[in-house]
């Protein structure tokens, strides 16, 4: 087991420009969370899945973001005609969610973006 | 809404030291979870201590403890014996239940040899 995996690290473009950033869960989570921290900034929830079906956006999530799970495994999260309010931290997470009470979420490194 | 409030960006300690790191949180719900999370530099976030709402005990884990004031809606960290490497940026967080956590603005603890 490798933990959450992320990539890519680091992204620059040019504002306008769509990016899109994959995410790798831990095998058989079944729970797979996207988040973004801007700098000096903790986490702010963006959506969330339950194996391929996206069960909560964030009023954060404007219709310049997109996210998929498809088959349940890694997920995409993509922003078109980025914006430089864009740049932060965009933090994945993933848990093996069972029934009732609270499973851990285990974070990824995260991808840096940069738009200039 | 459900906020989690970290009124220290910034904390000290000299090693070996003891350090707590403050969290209020507001919610009207009678049922959750609280959290502290650890961000080293340039790694990523871990949890080192839970908490369930329902539970009147504090939590412990090794150095870590936390006071829970459930009706002061209060959750601090405390951190024994301090060591270099616990320096890192602190987060609070709270949950519902089985779902997105909430975090607070993160307090940057700095650990003096």
């Known amino acids: 087991d490798t933990g959450v995996s992320q990539n890519p690290r680091h992204k620059i473009t040019k504002r306008g420009q769509n990016v899109t950033f994959r995410c790798d869960p831990i095998?058989?989570?079944?729970?797979l969370y996207w988040y973004r921290q801007t700098l000096g900034q903790g986490p702010e929830f963006l959506t969330y899945?339950?194996?391929?079906?996206?069960?909560?956006k964030s009023r954060l999530l404007s219709d310049r973001f997109s996210a998929e799970r498809p088959k349940g495994s890694f997920s995409t999260l993509e922003i078109q005609r980025t914006e430089q309010g864009d740049s932060a931290m965009y933090l994945c997470?993933?848990?093996?969610?069972?029934?009732?009470?609270?499973?851990?979420?285990?974070f990824g490194p995260g991808t840096r973006l940069t738009v200039t | 809404a459900q906020t989690v409030t970290q009124s220290q960006p910034e904390m000290s300690v000299q090693e070996a030291e003891t350090v707590t790191l403050s969290c209020t949180y507001d919610?009207?719900?009678?049922?959750?979870?609280l959290f502290w999370y650890k961000q080293p530099p340039s790694r990523q976030m871990i949890l080192v201590i839970r908490?369930?709402?329902?539970?009147?005990q504090n939590a412990t884990e090794n150095r870590f403890s936390v006071n829970f004031q459930k009706a002061a809606k209060s959750f601090s960290l405390k951190i024994s014996d301090s060591q270099l490497g616990d320096a890192a940026m602190y987060f609070c967080?709270?949950?519902?239940?089985?779902?997105?956590?909430?975090f607070g603005q993160g307090t940057r603890l700095t650990i003096n040899p």
């Open positions: 997470a993933s848990s093996l969610q069972g029934t009732g009470g609270w499973y851990e979420q285990y």
């Open positions: 095998s058989e989570h079944n729970r």
């Open positions: 899945f339950q194996n391929e079906a996206q069960l909560e």
């Open positions: 919610t009207s719900e009678s049922d959750y979870y």
């Open positions: 908490q369930e709402a329902y539970k009147q």
């Open positions: 967080a709270y949950s519902p239940g089985a779902q997105k956590l909430v």
